[in-house]
């Protein structure tokens, strides 16, 4: 958009310049991102605005302007989501769904883990992508309630360079620099190389007692334009995390029925052993070739390949005992997972014409091969009951039963081999058909590294072929306005993701689930262009949900139902030069048609953890051409704690303050205030603990541009 890279952060040198622009260059907290391609939606290189689903994109300015930390946090833009980084999970709900029915993709890749989608450092991504609802005919099996994809920045033809210091709360230090340039050649002509650096670290000495956390990230890439049509991209990544001690969540006070409380007097204790550990090392390598065959046709072939290690040593339950005046310790985990995933994905897109008409088509094979070995060695007694304001927790291989070392249980091999299509056909001038359809051929082999026993066999193995699609209709009512309808459909493993699978979850689950959506919407500009809007109505139903046999409770059948209908509405505005303003609410009536657990019908009941309503604000207003204010706004409503329904944790409120000084045109400085009311609250929460949010924060950041 021809803006300075120091106006990054959404300061108010950015906002004025922006107000020249056209229409379709947004500003970060204005109108939507609705003309420019998404990779996410489309494998056509469709605008959200062609593709007749619910598409968001937020790109590298959107991410700034609103001081989003990491990779959930940017999630906060998309109606409807909400999401926890618990060490142990990632509580992903879209759509009425969670984690294990959602695909959550890394540059288009599906590395079938969902653990892998944790927090990462937002600064090295360019932008964060998301298709509402069934989705498994673009990337495969997962996606039932939606797919989110993280972007990395990748190097460009432009010089760019970048730093950034933040301090903050909590010992806050973060350091971070981006560089872009031309390695060899002539800039524009066949045989020049241009290098991209992205280098990011961060230490934090956490909101709870003992806890502390350091990252480093570092996105490499080098791109080469060989001549001919002919371009290469090198890409590597690499990911640390080291968590000291991590917060597993804070217990509740009993009875733990009805609106669940806490005692604030322990908000910031941890209950976690003194030497408590979460740890991960992740690294991708791509290899990318694109080919412009012609004027109508482009080739694209990736080959990837993921390695990831993580360890956990953990006590990771806490507990009132009745009367409230101790808290009982329990489910003590040494786990380590050691993941590789290796792949190669070839697609074509050929723009043609049928029957006198445009036609595009996309198509692709995808082959994979993922292998997770997972090494648990658990104890589910109670380690110690302690008094809840002054205690003092043991080393974690001081626990009876807990010695160093790591002990193989299975191996999951997953292998991958899909085809896919996909076209857009122009029935009328105004009028588009989109379709697609995927087959996946998915073979799981289970290996068992430890005791052969009846219900452990040594080896066992599933295959699964999954078939789905989407036809879509996008008709233009108008300029800059249309309406749209799509059926799709989806696919899912029973019981979370095949790569961690175990015998009990696949054995008499011989099929993966099937999702359904319907989805009608409409996508329009207004006010002469100062405000544009997206409005969405789906209904979504997953089947063979795998659930308690009511004969025998010891199995499982695949008969289970669940069912989400809603309403998603977000709006942009650039009412005048100073002011820009975003918001979304979503609506979403979540429920389980047919599961059964403990012997007893949950008909009826809504997922745990799953709100009903989410509503987010965001506005930034200039002061002066150098000085900008912002504010966000975010709602989540009440969520069950169980699957039964009978506990609670109330609707929650947070707001976030932002102030901005472009100080020079290349250096800007920007001060936040996080949770700015304080706000006690549950990121996610069980019938007896609540995973708490961070209280309120503050940090400054400056950055510029070299």
């Known amino acids: 958009m021809g803006l300075p890279a120091a106006a990054q952060d959404g300061t108010a040198a950015q906002q004025v310049e922006i107000v020249g622009t056209p229409a379709t260059a947004p500003a970060p907290n204005g109108r939507l991102e609705l003309d420019t391609p998404s990779d996410t939606g489309s494998r056509l290189g469709l ?26 946090e940017v999630l906060r833009a998309i109606p409807g989501i909400t999401a926890h980084d618990a060490p142990g999970s990632i509580g992903v709900s879209y759509r009425g769904f969670g984690a294990g029915s959602l695909n959550q993709l890394f540059n288009g890749i599906n ?33 039932v309630g939606g797919t989110i994809n993280y972007i990395t920045r990748l190097a460009g033809t432009e010089d760019d360079s970048q730093g950034r210091l933040r301090l903050g709360s909590d010992a806050l230090k973060e350091a971070s620099v981006g560089l872009n340039r031309r390695i060899a050649g002539t800039g524009g002509e066949p045989g020049s190389h241009y290098a991209r650096l992205d280098l990011n670290h961060r230490r934090t000495g956490g909101w709870v007692d003992g806890n502390a956390a350091r990252a480093t990230q570092v996105a490499a890439s080098v791109l080469s334009d060989l001549g001919r049509g002919l371009r290469h991209t090198l890409a590597y990544e690499y990911q640390h995390e080291h968590v000291d001690r991590p917060y597993w969540g804070t217990p509740v006070l009993n009875p733990n029925t009805g609106t669940l409380r806490i005692d604030e007097g322990i908000r910031f204790k941890n209950y976690n052993s003194a030497d408590g550990l979460y740890r991960q090392r992740v690294q991708w390598l791509r290899s990318v070739t694109d080919f412009a065959a012609g004027s109508a046709l482009r080739l694209k072939n990736t080959f990837y390949v993921y390695d990831a290690l993580r360890d956990y040593r953990n006590v990771e339950s806490y507990r009132y005992t009745a009367d409230n005046t101790a808290i009982a310790r329990s489910s003590t985990l040494l786990q380590r997972h050691d993941q590789r995933l290796v792949g190669n994905r070839l697609e074509a897109v050929h723009e043609g014409t049928l029957a006198g008409r445009r036609s595009d088509w996309a198509f692709g094979i995808d082959l994979s091969v993922n292998r997770q070995t997972r090494f648990p060695n658990s104890l589910t007694a109670v380690v110690s009951t302690v008094d809840p304001y002054d205690f003092e927790v043991e080393h974690f291989y001081d626990i009876p039963g807990m010695t160093p070392g790591h002990r193989p249980d299975k191996l999951n091999r997953v292998q991958t081999v899909a085809v896919y299509a996909e076209n857009r056909t122009a029935l009328a001038p105004v009028l588009h058909l989109v379709t697609a359809l995927r087959h996946d051929e998915i073979d799981l082999d289970l290996k068992n590294r430890r005791a052969v026993t009846p219900t452990s066999p040594a080896r066992f193995d599933r295959a699964y072929h999954p078939t789905t699609g989407r036809i879509g209709l996008v008709w233009d009512v108008a300029p800059h306005a249309n309406l749209y309808a799509q059926y799709a459909t989806a696919a899912d493993p029973p019981s979370g993701v095949l790569s961690t699978a175990s015998f009990a ?115 930034s207003y200039a002061l002066t051409p150098a000085v900008q204010a912002s504010a966000g706004l975010r709602h989540v409503g009440k969520v069950y704690a169980d699957a039964a329904n009978t506990a609670q944790w109330p609707h929650y409120t947070l707001l976030d303050l932002g102030l901005a000084w472009q100080v020079t045109p290349t250096v800007s400085l920007t001060g936040r205030l996080r949770n700015a009311t304080d706000r006690v609250y549950a990121a996610n929460a069980t019938a007896t603990m609540a995973y708490l949010g961070a209280p309120r924060t503050a940090d400054l950041t400056l950055r510029a541009s070299f």
């Open 47 to 72: 605008t959200p605005r062609q593709t007749p689903a619910a598409v968001t994109v937020i790109r590298r300015e959107t991410i700034d302007a609103r001081g989003a930390q990491n990779t959930q």
């Open 111 to 143: 590395v079938q883990y969902s653990i892998a989608a944790r927090p990462v450092d937002s600064w090295i991504y360019d932008r964060v992508e998301a298709i509402g609802g069934a989705s498994s005919f673009l990337y495969g099996a997962g996606g």
């Open 505 to 619: 979850d696949v054995r008499n689950n011989s099929e993966l689930t099937t999702g359904r959506q319907a989805e009608v919407g409409a996508k329009l500009d207004f006010w002469n262009g100062k405000g544009n809007a997206t409005v969405a109505l789906y209904h979504l139903r997953r089947k063979n949900i795998a659930t308690q046999d009511p004969a025998n409770s010891a199995l499982t059948v695949l008969v289970g139902e669940q069912s989400s209908r809603g309403i998603e509405v977000a709006v942009g505005l650039q009412p005048s030069a100073r002011w820009s303003l975003q918001a979304n609410v979503s609506h979403a009536d979540a429920r389980y048609d047919r599961f059964v657990q403990g012997g007893v019908s949950l008909a009826g009941n809504r997922p745990q953890n799953t709100p009903a309503t989410v509503a987010n604000l965001w506005a």
